[in-house]
Structures are given as structure tokens and as C-alpha cells.
């Protein structure tokens, strides 16, 4: 099986950083396209930031110039640099990857448990 687990949440001032990481572990051959979502209190689940294996990345527009998603291949790990964060970011984060498990086998989608960030003053 595989697991990801996301750390690195917590309560912030508006204004300030936090970097989120993703931890895949179990059994890996591979993993395509890691994301990062949100869901927001009495809102949908949106996807955040989005970043190929080769590295490609996309945000959603209300993101862009302020977090950055990065991903280390070798760690099979993931990270979200959020900066200058807002009180609307508030939400649970998870990460979602596609992971290969065996070669030449399809992809399967995993998530994790999620962390909470906490943008308040």
C-alpha cells in the first residue's frame, strides 16, 4: 500500500510562512502528478497547486506569486511554500499524488490525512 502524510500546518498571522510537506512512503515505483488541495470550512475542496514529475508547475490564480509547490523525487516528498499568507487561506490542506506501484501498471490516486492551517491574528 502507500501513504502520504502532510506536516507541517499550524496557526499563523496574517502576513506570514509556513511551509507544508508531503511524505509518500510504501510501495513506490513512481509518482506522476503530485498536488496540493484545500477545503475551507462550509466550502468545496479546490485544488491549489499542481507539479508534474519533471517538475511543471500550475496554481490557482488566487495562490500565484505567493506559494510555491516543489517536489523531491528522490525523497518522494513534496512541499508547499505559502507566503504572505491571508486569513482566506485558512483551511485543511491535503496532498494528492498519483503513484505507480509497479512498472507498467496504472497509476492509482492517493490522498492524505490533511493538516490544518490557520491564518488569524
Known amino acids: 500500500q502507500v501513504q502520504l502524510v502532510e506536516s507541517g500546518g499550524g496557526l499563523v498571522q496574517p502576513g506570514g510562512s509556513l511551509r507544508l510537506s508531503c511524505a509518500a512512503s510504501?510501495?513506490?515505483?513512481?509518482?506522476?502528478?503530485m498536488d496540493w488541495y484545500r477545503q475551507a470550512p462550509g466550502k468545496q475542496r479546490e485544488l491549489v497547486a499542481t507539479?508534474?514529475?519533471?517538475?511543471?508547475?500550475n496554481y490557482v490564480d488566487s495562490v500565484k506569486g505567493r506559494f510555491t509547490i516543489s517536489r523531491d523525487n528522490a525523497k518522494n516528498t513534496m512541499y508547499l511554500q505559502m507566503n504572505s499568507l491571508k486569513p482566506e487561506d485558512t483551511a485543511v490542506y491535503y496532498c494528492?499524488?498519483?503513484?505507480?506501484?509497479?512498472?507498467?501498471?496504472?497509476?492509482?490516486?492517493?490522498w492524505g490525512q490533511g493538516t490544518r492551517v490557520t491564518v488569524s491574528s
Open positions: 510504501g510501495r513506490i515505483f513512481s509518482i506522476n502528478n
Open positions: 507539479i508534474t514529475r519533471s517538475g511543471s508547475t
Open positions: 494528492n499524488a498519483a503513484v505507480i506501484q509497479y512498472a507498467r501498471s496504472w497509476p492509482g490516486d492517493y
